[in-house]
Each structure stands twice: as structure tokens, then as C-alpha cells.
């Protein structure tokens, strides 16, 4: 655990077909995230701006390309539309986990005020191989 009690991250697995990245903490505790959910709650300068977070829409399919490791404290998310400036630490994945509920009805209440969706500009059929 870190000096906050918040629970480090012990593993990773990205599930691509169902657009899921699993998470094992060093509690016991096993979360899973939407690869949308860390997309549009992306702790980035680019999405937070100045203390007026952006509304980040059209992500219902994206997916996590790539994770690169941040020291021993977070990971880096490379998304599949180019987005990669974002530094997840086990704190913020952690909330996003435990919080996860609240954020979407968040989200989902500020796409329908903006009249804005969820849904992408293209759709596009990506097949991953191994």
C-alpha cells in the first residue's frame, strides 16, 4: 500500500474483444474498467484543462493499445485514437475503480445536458491479433 492507504497495483490484464482492462490489487481487490471509462476520465492535462475538465465524447469503442509502466506507482495509456498523455497512478485507477459507478452517471448526465454521444464518428471494425 502506498503512504494513503491506497492499494497498489499488482497486475494488469487488457481483455481487447470486451474492451476491459482488469486490475489486481495488493488488498485482495479485483476491478475492471471500461477502456471508455479511462478514456473520458483521463487524468491528462488535455482532458482536465484547468480545472474545467473537457467532455470527452464519441468513445464508446475505443480501445487501450498499448501500457507502459511509470515506475513502481503508475502505468501509461496508450488509446487506440492517439490519446497517450495521460498518467494513470494506482491512486487514480484506484478511485476510478471504487468510484466507478457515480462517474459514469456523471458522464452519462453530462452527455445528455451537452446533447452530445457516446457513439463513434466512424465506425470502425478492428480486429486485434495475437
Request: net charge neutral; hydrophobic share 35%.
Amino acid at each position: 500500500m502506498t503512504q494513503d492507504n491506497t492499494p497498489n497495483v499488482e497486475s494488469l490484464k487488457l481483455k481487447r474483444k470486451s474492451r476491459l482492462l482488469e486490475m489486481h490489487f495488493d488488498n485482495g481487490d479485483t476491478y475492471q474498467l471500461s477502456c471508455e471509462m479511462l478514456r473520458v476520465y483521463s487524468p491528462s492535462a488535455e482532458v482536465h484543462g484547468h480545472g474545467n475538465p473537457v467532455l470527452v465524447t464519441h468513445k464508446k469503442n475505443v480501445n487501450i493499445s498499448a501500457i507502459e509502466p511509470v515506475g513502481n506507482y503508475a502505468v501509461k495509456i496508450v488509446f487506440d485514437d492517439g490519446h497517450d498523455t495521460g498518467l494513470f497512478s494506482w491512486k487514480v485507477l484506484h478511485d476510478l475503480a471504487t468510484h466507478q459507478v457515480e462517474l459514469w452517471e456523471k458522464y452519462l448526465a453530462r452527455l445528455r445536458a451537452a446533447k452530445a454521444s457516446r457513439e463513434p464518428l466512424i465506425d470502425m471494425a478492428v480486429k486485434y491479433h495475437k
